[in-house]
């Protein structure tokens, strides 16, 4: 790398880089905008999409290209985020230092957050569980946990990055990434989670593992984004593919998917939501719209009772956090049951619905003081509770336009948190 020759800067001439490069990066981001916006479309076709809707991504796209100040920040986050995507290697499940039972490093491997070594035992085994306690040692390199997370948060800013930016650096990145983790046999983790969230002394996996891949749901249109660009092939597009749909049939045939779908909490939906993404990602129509008819019979009725609350994650030790956390899967299933013709977002029997587990939310939003125990009290403080809401609010907001309440409770969260990449997907209208 060729060394650039050193600038003496005074203090006033740091303080105006400092202010001036962002703003000048912003200005021409916006006359970049403005130019796609005219000119052809940067998004595949509105088959190609999933969770995302084209919509909604050409609407945050608008906002952006008029300087909406709502939107603003969102973007400013997404490219600092997406510019450090680019600087990371790949990722793969080989790079763990620790094994799963099979010895196979290609298995995807974690072990449960919440357990710990027993004191009482001078091997630490059995583990323990502390509920709401989060054992550092189940994110450390040795897992694939965190590896998963990160490698799906990249692929989804990068993809972001390049359709509003026309970049295609970003949309190459995210293909990198993509084959690294997909299909380069020696990277390419194997598709199943077999050995998620393992005990040690206990099991060697357990089907509430299955939670650890709902981030893969937001990875199948982050490739429809950048399928333009032939950052992948369509060969390799299709090999993606053929991964979710045998993934999918793991899912459905193994003990841990049996296991996982029949949970009653945040679990059982976001098993659900795998299920129905990944079905119509590998054009399984029959498997989505079984899915969603046990979403409108067992979940929606199961999990929220007549006030909208979601009884078994009140129980929780971080009641806040995983009260929204259960409610993001009902927004997907509910995006789902649009692309279906299941009216997912209308369903309610007795008062027990989406809309109605929004309402309780909404409730908590810049208003009545949050009522429940907390483990950590930061979570249920007004910042606390704000944060987790931002999500829901937004696909409130998308869902049910006739209750203005979700709409000025998005807003209020966009004017006090900016930032958020959730405001470029879920634009309000």
Request: aromatic share 10%.
């Amino acid at each position: 790398m060729n060394e650039q020759p050193k600038q003496v800067r005074t203090a006033e001439t740091h303080g105006q880089r400092a202010r001036g490069v962002p703003m000048l990066r912003s200005l021409w981001h916006a006359t970049v905008l403005a130019a796609v916006l005219c000119g052809p479309a940067l998004a595949a076709s509105p088959s190609q999409f999933y969770t995302y809707d084209p919509a909604d991504l050409a609407l945050a796209k608008q906002k952006l290209a008029a300087r909406d100040p709502l939107y603003q920040p969102s973007y400013d986050s997404l490219l600092k985020e997406a510019d450090a995507a680019l600087t990371h290697r790949r990722y793969s499940v080989v790079d763990k230092t620790l094994s799963p039972a099979s010895g196979n490093k290609h298995d995807f491997f974690s072990f449960g957050p919440y357990w710990w070594p027993d004191p009482a035992k001078k091997d630490g085994l059995p583990y323990i569980r502390k509920d709401g306690l989060h054992n550092p040692a189940a994110s450390t390199e040795g897992t694939d946990s965190q590896r998963i997370g990160r490698f799906a948060h990249d692929v989804k800013v990068l993809a972001l990055a390049w359709y509003f930016t026309g970049e295609r650096k970003y949309a190459v990145k995210a293909g990198e990434l993509a084959r690294a983790w997909f299909l380069a046999s020696e990277t390419r983790m194997n598709p199943n989670l077999d050995y998620g969230q393992a005990i040690p002394g206990r099991v060697d996996g357990r089907g509430i593992g299955i939670i650890t891949s709902r981030v893969l749901i937001d990875v199948m249109d982050s490739l429809a984004l950048i399928q333009p660009t032939d950052a992948l092939s369509d060969a390799e597009n299709e090999a993606v593919r053929g991964w979710y749909r045998t993934y999918l049939d793991w899912l459905l045939n193994s003990r841990h998917g049996f296991e996982e779908g029949n949970a009653h909490n945040n679990h059982g939906t976001f098993y659900s939501a795998q299920v129905v993404a990944f079905a119509l990602y590998t054009n399984r129509q029959d498997v989505a719209t079984r899915e969603l008819d046990i979403t409108k019979i067992r979940r929606i009725a199961g999990q929220i009772d007549r006030e909208g609350k979601l009884i078994a994650e009140l129980e929780r030790t971080r009641p806040a956090g995983y009260t929204n956390f259960a409610l993001e899967a009902f927004g997907y299933l509910g995006r789902y049951g649009e692309l279906t013709g299941q009216k997912v977002w209308e369903h309610g029997e007795d008062a027990h619905s989406i809309a109605q587990g929004y309402r309780f939310v909404a409730r908590y939003v810049n208003g009545e003081k949050w009522p429940y125990q907390e483990i950590d009290p930061k979570e249920g403080s007004p910042d606390g509770f704000n944060k987790h809401a931002m999500q829901n609010m937004l696909a409130a907001a998308r869902a049910y336009k006739g209750e203005r309440v979700f709409a000025e409770k998005a807003r209020w969260l966009l004017e006090h948190y900016p930032g958020q990449l959730d405001a470029l997907i879920l634009p309000l209208k």
